[in-house]
């Protein structure tokens, strides 16, 4: 897996992986920024999201869950003094569907938490990872 991130101007970046796939980041006008893209402490968080979403999605999915709407929502508190690096994070999985039982999502959860995801075994140790579920009856 490889990465390319070039400048462009202000303090715009694009960054492009391997896979061919690119992204706009950039920074607030208060430090030189035009807000014409992400920042990439949020991308982190959306990282940790997608990750941790695709292995629960994809549990779900062998357990005959009958799902109709998946979110994650993360949210991520970070030091007030430099480097500003997340001290706690929170990962809500918002599962919504018919007959959707709990224990599957209470174990797709659990082993996308502590055995699967890449990106949030990345940052354990080094931020509180939280995690729950809730379930949409519809």
């Known amino acids: 897996m490889d990465a390319k991130v070039t400048f462009v101007d202000g303090m715009q970046f694009v960054g492009e992986a391997s896979s061919g796939h690119s992204i706009v980041m950039d920074a607030d006008y208060e430090v030189g920024g035009r807000d014409t893209g992400l920042r990439p402490s949020e991308l982190l968080l959306i990282g940790l999201g997608g990750c941790t979403g695709m292995d629960t999605i994809?549990?779900?999915?062998?357990?005959?869950?009958?799902?109709?709407?998946?979110?994650?929502?993360?949210?991520?508190?970070?030091?007030?003094?430099?480097?500003?690096k997340f001290e706690?994070?929170?990962?809500?999985?918002?599962?919504?569907?018919?007959?959707?039982?709990?224990e599957a999502v209470k174990r797709a959860v659990e082993l996308s938490m502590t055995?699967?995801?890449?990106?949030?075994?990345?940052?354990?140790?080094?931020?509180?990872?939280d995690y729950k579920y809730t379930i949409v009856e519809e």
Not at 73 to 81: I, M, P, R
Not at 119 to 124: F, I, R
């Open 58 to 84: 994809s549990i779900l999915r062998k357990k005959k869950q009958e799902v109709s709407g998946f979110e994650l929502k993360v949210q991520g508190n970070k030091a007030s003094s430099h480097p500003k």
């Open 115 to 129: 055995k699967y995801c890449s990106v949030k075994h990345t940052l354990e140790g080094v931020a509180k990872i």
């Open 88 to 102: 706690e994070i929170t990962v809500e999985f918002i599962v919504k569907g018919k007959n959707i039982s709990e």
